[in-house]
């Protein structure tokens, strides 16, 4: 059914007054009894946006992507579409800002003042632009589809000859149509479609005859004065037209900008759309992009359901919880028995009693990880490790009767055994072993999670998390691990809440794998980059960052912000909060990550985003056991390639260098390198430049252990001369 508004005296952009018919139609449960949604139509199109007639049924609908058993359905008719009867003559006179002026006075005599999500393809993405602009806190989605701020030069271009085509053509929507419909498309979509086949009967291409049905299509149902009023608003998109301001307020807002583009699309380009991207996400976090492959350019967004559906999946979730997940990531240290494994519970419960959508990753309890390295060494070396297994266990085990560990104890058991027999073990089996610290972890918190009433689900990631087989270190293959998490993500229920073992993934051939010390935060990283999460919180056992360790430094601050660059500075040296490589896949999707203590609620912890904090130092972090190698000698004094054969060949060694130092007289260079990697760089040196000693270019290579590297993290090296208190 059609509604009615009247505008009375609307003025526009360009001065002129004038009253104003808006039409709407409703779809699911009653107004104010659900979120809205509000859905803007695109050139052709009109209020009609679901049913059976419906341009956009495949996304809308009962049970649909955007589900009308849960969300109320508000679209409105762009005045003068002809779908109503009003018609607009005098079209110069409207840009695309004055339509959604024109929507949000509707949205007041409705009562709205707060929607759910606008979302709209091409046109109505523009004027979704506009009124999240003009209003920065009307919605919280906003979701431009095949669209921009902005209508570009290529589309401004090709307005101007529409508008040559409606205003000379004796066949005017026909033609003008035609002419579209090769910029709505690719060269590569009529390719695919026609073949360069021909009509026998009427002698003539397909192409051709395909151009003429859609250029008479549309003559028989669209007006000629509302084809000039869409064209001319489709080229005035523009949410600066009255200055920066209006983008800056969005950058700002809280709105969640969601920017769909399509790779082939030639009016609102792929490109574009990524700058836009770009330059909101400097500002703010809140802002996805994600892009439709197609070969059919913009009309994708009228075509490629499957995929738009997919993007929109995460914001109006069809289990009924609408919001993006967070991902909870828990350290060793919050999972000891005791006070800490109470507060998790408690911390995952609180939050799906809230409605959060979580998802939760483990790391090994308490010092599991290092333990079970201890035991497998003894049992390796001929030692007797079964009392610390025992102790393990105990720990492990502590009073969760009702939680069946023995499967994995057993498993464990026959592994120390076999190593013990073998007197040795390789990085392949220490995985094996490693992975049961995390594995008894992720077992245990989803037993007692399901104990108190949340439906957890233990997700174990050497099914979902594929690597290279470099073990104890491996590489993760992204989108092949992408592709199966995201798979078994869509199996669970709606009100499943997945718990994810940290640190472990597996090869293709299913060979268990770990990412690397403290790899858990990795884990949670990546999975927070493929589920599009809204946030990551790492909890740990401290504050959140300081400015130095406060183990060892008490006058120590609390760092509020940091910055992706310089969060991963730190990682690189040595927080060991974070794992080397944990900034990456947030930074690529600009998802911020909170470092949060489990034993405190209350704090706020440090959040790394896009934004920084004040300027300056922001923290000193010290690694410890690390060694210095030093090569010296007069020799090298302009030798040309000296550094390059020592990286090659300690790379060839697999021995990563932390820091190198020469200084400018080049009689030495200083490498630091992890302690237990110092004698055999030292060995590969010696062995690599062998001539080298012959020759006395280089008398000696000499290793200074028990070294530390201080680093000192700041926004900008030239506020270095401030004095600074740790
Ligand atoms: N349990 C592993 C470790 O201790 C991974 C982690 O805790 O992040 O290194
Ligand atoms: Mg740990």
Redesign the pocket.
Known sequence: MLYHLKIKAFTTYSGVTQDISLSYQLFGPELHSAPIVLVNHALTGNSNVTGKDGWWSSLIGEGKCIDTKKYTILAFNVPGNGYDGFVIDNYKDFVAGDMARIFLLGLESLGINRLFAIIGGSLGGGIAWEMAALDPGLTEHLIPVASDWKSTDWLIANCQIQEQFLVNSKQPVHDARMHAMLCYRTPESFKQRFQRSTNEELQVFNVESWLMHHGKKLQERFQLSAYKLTNQLLKTIDITRKGEAAFVNLQNSSTNIHIIGVDSDLFFTAKENKETYKQLAQANSNVTYGEIQSVHGHDAFLIEFEQIQKLLKTIFDQNGRSRRVKVLKF??TSLANGEGIGRVLEIVCGKVAAGDNVVVVL??RE????QLEVILEKAASGRDYRKDFEAFETYQKHSFHNVNLSAEFRELASLFEGVALLGDYSLKTKDQV?AY??LI?AKLITKLLIGKGVKAVLLDTRELIKTDSNFGEAKVLESLSKEMVLKAFSRLEPDDVPVFT??IASTRAGETT??????????ASLLANFLDAQELQNYTHVDGIFTANPELVPEAQKISQLSYSEANELANFGATIL?AKTIIPLLEKNIPLRILNTFNHDGEGTLISAKSGTEGIKSLSVIENEALINLEGRGLLGKVGVDARIFKALGQNNINVGIISQGSSERGIGLVVASDKARQARAVLEAEFEDAFQSQDINAISIIEDVSVISIIGQDLSTFHKPFNA
Not at 367 to 370: I, N, P, V, W, Y
């Open positions: 350290g060793g790391s090994a010092k599991a990880t290092d490693l610290g995390e972890a940290g640190f770990t990412l690397g010390r403290n790899g858990s935060n990795y884990t794992h």
